[in-house]
């Protein structure tokens, strides 16, 4: 069945530093990923996405990279600053027809230390 | 706020009674989805509408759960019978159209006791 694993599950970092979160999905006919970030008590903000047909987009201090032959993509945030601190969900989904349910992963919980 | 927008942001209930949720999608947007997340997981699908129709259901949707649109704009959620394992954030997102980029809502948070 489709799922997304998503890696790791907790993250420390220093301030400045960067962070590098990985997910990986099962469903070849996947083409469009999103990344969300959710605050405490709050719903999933999107960051950044990227659809199947390029393999890397950028918005200032956070990219994502994708590769469609081995299945998995990353986000990667960098020159992190303490407001970074949230938990980061990568999600995945088949557009086309009448699809278009998020499969998510299970979450990166991220602490900027500062 | 031009945002997705839902009501209420908590709601506790003893089990068994029935609780209603509303979700407003931002204005103009075609499709609106529900999803449920329970604690340190990331959210799961449960329903969306093209419009005012129901287009795909997902099987943690059992029959005490409904969903409308009526209109084609805001949707509401029903439970029925609620039990202490429907406890979780239930999340509205809308979207343009298909293939368009999914925004979300603050979440309802439902605790049946």
């Known amino acids: 069945g489709e799922n997304v694993e998503q890696h790791p599950s907790t993250l420390s970092v220093q301030e400045g530093d960067s962070a590098v979160i990985k997910c990986t999905y099962s469903d070849s006919a996947s083409n469009y990923f999103p990344w969300y970030k959710q605050e405490l008590g709050k719903g999933p903000q999107l960051i950044i996405d990227i659809r199947s047909n390029v393999g890397e987009k950028k918005d200032q201090r956070i990219a994502v990279t994708l590769n469609k032959t081995a299945k998995h993509f990353s986000l990667h945030i960098t020159e992190t600053q303490p407001e970074d601190s949230a938990v980061y969900f990568c999600?995945?989904?088949?557009?086309?027809?009448?699809?278009?349910?998020?499969?998510f992963g299970k979450g990166t919980k991220l602490s900027v230390k500062p | 706020d031009t945002g997705v927008s839902q009501d209420p942001r908590h709601k506790i209930t003893k089990r068994g009674q029935n609780v209603t949720f509303r979700c407003d999608p931002i204005?103009?947007?075609?499709?609106l989805y529900w999803y449920r997340q329970t604690l340190g997981q990331g959210p799961e699908f449960l329903t969306y509408?093209?419009?005012?129709?129901?287009?795909?259901k997902s099987r943690l949707l059992s029959d005490r759960f409904s969903a409308e649109r009526p209109k084609g704009s805001f949707s509401t959620l029903e439970i029925q019978r609620t039990e202490q394992g429907d406890s979780a954030m239930y999340l509205c997102?809308?979207?343009?159209?298909?293939?368009?980029?999914?925004?979300f809502g603050p979440g309802t948070r439902l605790t049946v006791l």
């Open positions: 997102a809308s979207s343009l159209d298909s293939g368009d980029e999914q925004f």
């Open positions: 999600a995945e989904t088949r557009y086309g027809g009448s699809q278009g349910n998020l499969i």
């Open positions: 204005s103009e947007h075609n499709r």
């Open positions: 509408f093209q419009n005012e129709a129901q287009l795909e």
